[in-house]
């Protein structure tokens, strides 16, 4: 069965911390990794990784893809409330032509003023 | 310009009657998706549609229907709801052109059942 699985469940930081979410996955026809952010509503799109070992930045986010270990780490620096979220891990699996959407249990990070 | 929008927000209904979530996207995406999201926070996929085809139903229960009047529509009907059902329902849509391949959800529905 495909599986994603994501560490840690929970996470309380403070202002100016650095975190690092892990994203770990099990599937079959692999195709892209993904991590989305989730406040109040829907999720949003932050990266998308297909490549082993090449790291996609955005301001104080980054994250990487390890193929062969099958994990993806997401690195939040400087860490501010406003990043205060669930972050969630999915693997998108080519299925029948089209795309589906395996998420993780997501991370809930807490950041403290 | 909302990409993916569904409707309603918030729909509070008691246990046993019928409802529909609509989900509308303006992306020109041709795969459209049903997701249900726990108190946990954890989404699940229920369907996926492909030009208005038919193309996951991850074993959810047949109270459950969607329907695809065309690619940029993709509606959910739950007959005799259950208190099981209350979560949040959300429509996500993408495109698998090679270009990208991130999904684009909706703000969600609400759905409590009381």
């Known amino acids: 069965e495909d599986k994603v699985v994501q560490s840690p469940l929970s996470l309380v930081v403070h202002e100016g911390d650095t975190v690092t979410l892990n994203c770990s996955y099990e599937v079959t026809n692999f195709r892209s990794l993904l991590w989305y952010k989730q406040e109040k509503k829907a999720p949003t799109f932050l990266f998308m990784l297909t490549s082993s070992g090449i790291e996609k930045k955005s301001g104080r986010l980054s994250s990487i893809l390890d193929k062969k270990e099958l994990f993806s780490i997401l690195n939040i620096t400087a860490t501010q409330t406003g990043d205060s979220a669930v972050y969630l891990c999915?693997?998108?699996?080519?299925?029948?032509?089209?795309?589906?959407?395996?998420f993780g249990t997501g991370t809930r990070l807490k950041v403290l003023a | 310009d909302t990409a993916v929008s569904q409707t309603p927000k918030y729909l509070v209904t008691q246990m046993g009657n019928d409802k529909s979530i609509k989900c509308e996207q303006n992306l020109g995406h041709d795969t459209m998706y049903w997701y249900k999201q726990d108190s946990k926070k954890f989404l699940k996929i229920m369907f996926s549609y492909n030009n208005k085809e038919l193309i996951i139903n991850e074993t959810v229960p047949n109270r459950f229907s969607p329907k695809s009047p065309d690619k940029a529509h993709l509606n959910l009907h739950i007959n005799s709801l259950e208190l099981g059902d209350s979560a949040v329902y959300f429509c996500a849509s993408s495109q698998e052109d090679g270009t990208a391949d991130e999904a684009f959800f909706g703000q969600g529905t609400r759905l409590t059942v009381v």
């Open positions: 999915a693997v998108a699996l080519e299925t029948s032509g089209t795309y589906k959407y395996i």
